[in-house]
Structure formats: C-alpha cells, structure tokens
C-alpha cells in the first residue's frame, strides 16, 4: 500500500462519515416533524398526579376574601346536595298524587289504606296534621314522603289534602 492509496482511503472514509453525519441530522428533523403532527391525547392519570402534586398541602380560608371563599364554597357543596323539588315544585295535589301515592294507595301495596273511608276511619282521628306529619316522616311500611326524597312538605300537604278530599 502506497501512501496514495491511504490518501484516496481517507478521502473517501471521510466522505462516508459527512454524509452519515448530515443523514442522521436530516432523520432527526424529519422524525420532529413526524412526531409534531401525532395528535396524543394527554395521561389522565399523570394530569391527576400532577395536579395532586401542585395542590396546597391544605386550605386556609383567612381574613376577609377568605371567609368569602369559604362561603362560597359551602353554598357550591350545598346545592350540589340539595334535590331540585319533584314535578318542577308543583302544589297540584291530583298531579302528586297520581305519580308519587297512587302506586301503593290504589292498590293497597304493603298494606297502603286504599282510597276509600272504610280504609281511613280510625286514621282520619288523627287529623289531617298529624296525617302529613306522618307522611314526611314515613309510619310504618310506608317509606318517608312515599319513597320521594324529593317532594317538600308543602308538596305533601296538599298530596294528603288530595286524597282526604277523595273520600268524602
Ligand atoms: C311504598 C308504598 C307507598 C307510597 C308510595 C305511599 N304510601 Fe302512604 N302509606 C303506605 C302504607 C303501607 C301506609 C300505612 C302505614 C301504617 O299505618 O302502617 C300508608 C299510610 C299513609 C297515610 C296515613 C298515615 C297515618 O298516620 O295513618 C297517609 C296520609 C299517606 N300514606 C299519604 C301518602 C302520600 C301523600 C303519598 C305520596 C306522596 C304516599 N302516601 C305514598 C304506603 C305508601
């Protein structure tokens, strides 16, 4: 081997590395503009773990904007829990009664008293106070409000009035 022929080698090795080198720089760019345009949806475990591990250690609700914030966020946990009043409110006592009392009391389930006088003579003693007062609060096999957690007193007043009405 003659001192050319090493020259030519290098010459040519050293082409083959800069054209490796400039190869792997263009894969590098083509394989970032491939990767941009991959739409992947963020981890929603790690979007969890991550805003558990931003979160204050606990909440101190102080001074003035404070006891604001807390206020406000006990009225947001109230209304959370508070059930919207059934059939929109209404104080229709047929209407309440057909689609909450009638299930049971037509039918005489678990022992309902049906809707005829017979069935309420030792109960119309009570009077009608006592009668809504059991209502809400539910006697015997008869849940609370019929089962309707959802129903006011009021809604139950007149419900009860409905039906008292029905046996005269
Ligand atoms: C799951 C069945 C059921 C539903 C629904 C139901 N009731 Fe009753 N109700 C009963 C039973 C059973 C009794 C008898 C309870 C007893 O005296 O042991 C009763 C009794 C009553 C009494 C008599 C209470 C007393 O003091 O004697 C009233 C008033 C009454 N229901 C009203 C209603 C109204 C108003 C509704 C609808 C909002 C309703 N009920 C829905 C089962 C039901």
Known sequence: MSE?????????????????AVFAV???????????????????ARDVARSERLAPVAGVFAGETGRAAAQAAREAAAAD????????GSLDG??????ACASCHEAGVAGAPLMEAGAWAGRLEKGEETL?????????????????????DEQI???VAFMLDMLD
């Not at 050319?4 to 490796?20: E, P, S, T, Y």
């Not at 263009?26 to 929603?44: C, G, K, M, Y």
């Not at 829990?81 to 929109?88: G, H, K, N, S």
């Open 26 to 44: 263009i894969i590098i760019f083509v394989a970032l503009a491939i990767h941009n345009t991959l739409d992947r949806p963020e981890s929603q």
């Open 94 to 99: 047929q209407l309440i009664y057909d689609r």
């Open 81 to 88: 829990t508070a059930v919207a009043a059934a059939f929109d």
């Open 132 to 152: 809504v007062a059991n209502a809400i609060s539910g006697i015997g096999a008869m849940p609370p409000r019929g089962g309707r957690r959802d129903l006011t």
């Open 157 to 159: 007043e007149v419900s």
């Open 4 to 20: 050319v022929d090493d020259q030519v080698f290098m010459k040519r090795f050293g082409l083959v590395i800069v054209f490796l």
